[in-house]
């Protein structure tokens, strides 16, 4: 089993930073995708960024430029840094681990980010 443990998130004016943090624990294999996802009110799911066990990238065009994802694979870590925050940045923000074969989902609790002044 795999436990992730968010924390990081809080209210924050327009313009400000937040930096996101998610541990993983449990039955972690060394190759595996760890990500953000966030859910607003009224809306579905969606992707923020995603970190493969190799260092390799993904962000929305919504965040790009503005948000940095990045991982320490020694703690099975996985950071989210945003900059620039907009109102629209507000949602629920969920840490996600993917990995085996067939692939299986791992969601944390969730941690809320409010944008506001």
């Known amino acids: 089993q795999v436990q992730l443990v968010e924390s990081g998130g809080g209210l924050v004016q327009p313009g400000g930073s937040l930096r996101l943090s998610c541990a993983a624990s449990?039955?972690?294999?060394?190759?595996?995708?760890m990500g953000w996802y966030r859910q607003a009110p009224g809306k579905q799911r969606e992707l923020v960024a995603t970190?493969?066990?190799?260092?390799?990238?993904n962000y929305a065009d919504s965040v790009k430029g503005r948000s940095t994802i990045s991982r320490d694979n020694a703690k099975n870590t996985v950071f989210l840094q945003m900059n620039s925050l907009k109102p629209e940045d507000t949602a629920v923000y969920y840490c996600?681990?993917?990995?085996?074969?067939?692939?299986?989902?791992?969601w944390g609790q969730g941690t809320q980010v409010t944008v506001s002044s």
């Open positions: 449990g039955s972690i294999r060394s190759i595996n995708v």
């Open positions: 996600n681990l993917n990995q085996g074969w067939p692939s299986k989902n791992y």
């Open positions: 970190i493969t066990s190799g260092g390799d990238t």
